[in-house]
């Protein structure tokens, strides 16, 4: 594995939520007037860094584009705003202008389309085609309708439907991806860029390995934008893909959420709400020890359970308890008595009104329907929290457990972020609501570590499948073989630093 440069982090500044007057890239001793301390979640602060291979030629006008290090673009925009960027906004695009790659990792709903809307928009002002992936049929079907109305040339290919083929911006999901790059598709080689939405995606077991082979088979003279929740191991991600195609890869994170989050937890077969986590980011102890409180106060079910026992959530699907009202119905319409509408309840069965074995008209309805206002509640699977861009003022979780093929887990803190990101319009809720249902006494610990826990980093699960060995053989024209794609995948990069750790621990 060859060794890359790493340049040191820069810190973007923080603009207070009362403090909106620049934009400008500060060094990270210098501050800001009005600076608050009494929100932390406002802070517009985010981290730049940049991988480069060695040898790279940084030469560039620095009075456009800034430094590698700094990058801060002042030409000509490719497309222009009706609002004020935030900082990692501004630093991404500064990034794109250099044409050189970018990871943006941010929280949901913080604005990572607009950097993905401009990289489209250099696309069609420097006369390249430009493919924007995501994982879900459903988000490349809303993604094709939203750029339509920017843009003027797009198309749409998900397996299902393929529209305007040809078109200079292609929206596809994944897989369409790697087929076109299998069978050595003449479109690939008018292609400037590539966006992949949801990359965090890539440590999905089934799915992941999709993303990883797509970025392998990529010409390197194709520029790559990756959009993704939060991750902690962002600079590893970016590192390979610098060893992996000798070019600078860019990381802006930040972890700003444009709009801050109540956590509130409900004891099924209790009553009342309790504020766990504020809005402020603060664990309330002494609500959690309440809510603690009504479970041993609970009456005994005739077997020996308490009323909020582990088959009280089993009342949830049925629709009723012994009163006749189900936990669920009075959650909900608490919410719709408060006017805390619209409302995602999320529930890890398949009793709900949208979950990916919809056929594909109707699954697009209810979406449309909900982005419109006319659908105030909807109860749908976690797939519905992947990119799809229909934020809500409440979410609601049914069950903090589910099923992954091998075990009833609890639900891991990436997916809760990813799910609760869908709580909270920007610009119109001044805070978003999460409503997590639990049936049974749970460790202070667990739920720390669930609401606020760190993102999960990003790990393989780069697999050499049947399929892509057959591929290899007979549709690649024999320009990559397994070991290739072996040896250059995220799995074999991560699996590297891991031995070099290791032997460096020795040898000290």
Excluded at 66 to 88: C, H, R, V
Excluded at 186 to 200: S, Y
């Amino acid at each position: 594995m060859e060794e890359v440069e790493n340049s040191s982090k820069r810190k973007a500044p923080e603009l207070s939520s009362e403090d909106n007057s620049s934009a400008a890239v500060l060094d990270e001793q210098q501050s800001l007037p009005g600076l608050t301390a009494k929100r932390p979640n406002l802070a517009r602060s985010c981290i730049h860094e940049v991988t480069v291979p060695n040898g790279y030629d940084m030469s560039k006008d620095e009075a456009v584009h800034g430094t590698l290090s700094n990058p801060a673009f002042n030409g000509e925009m490719a497309k222009t705003y009706p609002f004020q960027l935030d900082p990692f906004q501004s630093i991404s695009i500064a990034c794109l202008e250099r044409n050189e790659s970018v990871l943006v990792s941010a929280h949901t709903s913080a604005g990572k389309t607009a950097i993905a809307e401009y990289a489209i928009a250099m696309s069609f002002r420097d006369k390249q085609r430009v493919i924007y992936t995501s994982p879900l049929k459903a988000l490349s079907n809303q993604k094709y309708r939203e750029l339509t109305q920017e843009f003027s040339d797009v198309g749409l290919m998900t397996g299902d439907v393929t529209l305007q083929p040809n078109a200079t911006c292609l929206v596809m999901t994944t897989e369409i991806l790697r087929a076109m790059l299998y069978r050595g598709s003449e479109v690939i080689k008018e292609v400037g860029w590539v966006i992949f939405d949801e990359i965090h995606y890539m440590k999905d077991r089934e799915r992941g390995v999709v993303w990883e082979e797509s970025i392998v088979f990529l010409p390197p003279a194709i520029k790559m934008v990756f959009l993704s929740a939060t991750m902690s191991n962002a600079t590893e991600f970016a590192e390979w893909i610098c060893n992996l195609h000798k070019q600078p890869c860019h990381v802006v994170y930040t972890d700003f959420r444009p709009t801050p989050l109540q956590h509130y937890v409900f004891p099924i077969g209790g009553s009342g709400l309790y504020l766990v986590v504020d809005e402020n980011g603060q664990f309330r102890e002494d609500n959690f020890l309440k809510l603690q409180d009504t479970f041993a106060k609970q009456p005994s079910q005739p077997d020996g359970r308490k009323g909020g026992g582990p088959k009280a959530s089993g009342r949830i699907a049925k629709g009723g308890n012994a009163s006749g009202t189900s936990d669920i119905y009075r959650i909900v319409k608490m919410i719709m008595d408060r006017k805390f509408q619209p409302v995602i309840i999320f529930s890890f069965s398949r009793r709900e009104l949208h979950h990916s074995g919809l056929l594909p008209l109707i699954k697009e309805l209810v979406e449309l329907l909900f982005q419109e206002g006319l659908v105030k509640a909807l109860f749908a699977t976690e797939t519905f929290a992947m990119g799809l861009n229909m934020p809500a003022k409440t979410v609601v979780f049914t069950s903090v457990k589910k099923w992954d093929g091998d075990s009833n887990r609890y639900i891991a803190s990436g997916e809760y972020i990813q799910m609760s990101g869908r709580a909270g319009r920007r610009g119109m809720d001044a805070r978003g609501i999460c409503v997590i249902m639990i049936d049974e006494k749970m460790e202070m610990s667990v739920i720390k570590d669930m609401v606020l826990g760190k993102p999960a980093p990003l790990i393989s699960t780069f697999r050499l499948s049947y399929y892509t060995i057959l591929n290899l053989l007979s549709r690649a024209e024999g320009q990559f073989t397994a070991e290739h794609v072996i040896r250059n995948s995220f799995h074999q990069f991560q699996y590297e630093k891991v031995c070099i750790r290791t032997s460096y621990r020795c040898l000290s």
